[in-house]
């Protein structure tokens, strides 16, 4: 008996699969993919002639700022974004107000996006002072990406930053530990070296040593604990050169904010709007940045969407709120880089599908493969755009790369075979969905 047909095909496509890219049709069924080939038949087809289909592309550092600080960003406004970029699921942090740090604080963040959210999801707990005991059942609550520990920088009570402290938390769980590793005793003794009004102070003050000392500590920790971690956002080379020395117990992120940004053209162009934690660094950092992504050391590219209103981002340095949206420009930005020779696309679809898949242990996610779900992210590699403001999705209405010009579009994005965006439209009814991970079924 011949198996029924389709219910979605996307058609004539260059697929990349985990076999390499064919120019073929993709069936799906149930949400599912149930063929990669050739199918004349189907409930419905998607005409991707001339396109690249690739796996669902996953953002795993978002701020979606809900509960409580909605007046930035939402569940809702952020997924509109992610989903305008071509991100078919994010992983959202856990600083919001109240701080996602216990079972019912979880739990309400999932009830909050399921079917809200335009894109599949997860949330981080944060790790604190008080809860470290109960971290390893918290990381094992469906729906969650795991723990997340701010050694600097931090809100609430999420601020985790003494030797004692984090490696109370390590010791509880199993899962894969995300991590901001910025030293906070060392930033605060630095706290004199801001200029007020000059942002481009602030990487003087969190300085590459800032950086570099507490990926020191964590990593010493880590191996004490036995515990694997992921070092988010790296933004000096000295650190990928030191993790590269630890892939047994270390995985890390890049932004593209770093990799396209430099301090030199950022501060006097875009002043406090360029001010992020860890900071824009100068372009030598970003061309180091560069050499270690060809090395093969960072494993994933996360936007660390982290916005802020215009009135607060305009404030006088260092009064500013640091952070920047990024879910949209994510894939835009590192297509261009593909376009202009950077990195492949080979390599971008490792670090923003596979890559996450495999750093974090999703379930169904991460290729285009029989039996996994449907996300896909349709490109027109040749397609060009300007970024602008009006563009933007994001409920704070700007964004650092107003002005430039692109090449490679985002054509679509289908979420288990949901068309969440097609051509710029997004659809009429969010079917967002919690993701599943190995460390918590």
Not at 301 to 324: F, Q, V
């Amino acid at each position: 008996m011949s198996a029924p047909a389709p219910e979605l095909v996307l058609s004539g496509g260059t697929v990349h699969t985990p076999s390499g890219p064919v120019v073929a049709d993709v069936a799906v069924r149930d949400g599912r993919i149930v063929g990669v080939g050739s199918y004349p038949d189907a409930a419905r087809r998607i005409d991707c002639t001339g396109l690249d289909v690739l796996p669902g592309v996953i953002d795993s550092q978002v701020h979606f700022r809900e509960p409580g600080l909605e007046h930035k960003e939402d569940l809702e406004t952020g997924s509109r974004a992610a989903v305008m970029g071509g991100i078919t699921a994010v992983f959202e942090m856990p600083n919001t107000n109240p701080n996602t740090d216990t079972e019912d604080r979880v739990l309400d963040k999932l009830r909050r996006a399921r079917h809200r959210m335009f894109c599949d999801h997860a949330f981080y707990v944060g790790a604190t002072a008080d809860n470290a005991v109960e971290l390893a059942e918290l990381e094992r609550i469906p729906g969650t990406a795991g723990v997340k520990i701010f050694m600097g920088a931090s809100t609430g009570s999420l601020l985790v930053a003494e030797d004692e402290q984090l490696a109370r938390v390590l010791a509880h769980g199993r899962r894969r530990v995300a991590i901001h590793a910025e030293d906070e005793a060392r930033m605060n003794a630095r706290k004199d070296l801001r200029v007020e009004g000059d942002p481009s102070s602030h990487p003087v003050w969190r300085d590459d040593e800032s950086a570099m000392l507490a990926t020191r500590r964590i990593l010493r920790l880590a191996r004490e604990a036995r515990r694997p971690i992921h070092i988010l956002h790296i933004t000096t080379p000295a650190e990928l050169e030191l993790i590269a020395q630890h892939r047994d117990v270390a995985t890390c992120e890049v932004t593209p904010q770093h990799l396209t940004l430099a301090a030199e053209e950022a501060y006097p162009a875009i002043g406090t709007f360029a001010q992020m934690n860890p900071p824009i660094r100068s372009a030598a950092h970003r061309d180091g940045l560069w050499h270690w992504l060809r090395a093969g050391v960072p494993d994933v590219i996360g936007s660390d969407h982290a916005p802020h209103t215009r009135e607060e981002k305009a404030k006088t340095y260092p009064a500013s709120p640091s952070g920047m949206p990024g879910v949209q420009t994510l894939l835009p930005l590192m297509l261009d880089h593909v376009a202009k020779g950077r990195l492949t696309l080979e390599r971008l679809i490792d670090m923003t599908s596979s890559g996450v898949q495999r750093v974090f242990g999703l379930v169904g996610k991460g290729r285009i493969a029989v039996g996994y779900d449907a996300d896909f992210t349709v490109v027109d590699r040749k397609g060009t755009f300007t970024v602008t403001e009006e563009w933007g999705e994001s409920r704070c209405g700007w964004t650092p790369f107003a002005g430039m010009e692109l090449e490679g579009r985002v054509v679509g994005t289908i979420v288990r075979g949901h068309a969440a965006m097609w051509e710029g439209e997004l659809a009429n009814q969010a079917q967002g969905e919690a993701l599943r991970f190995a460390g918590a079924l």
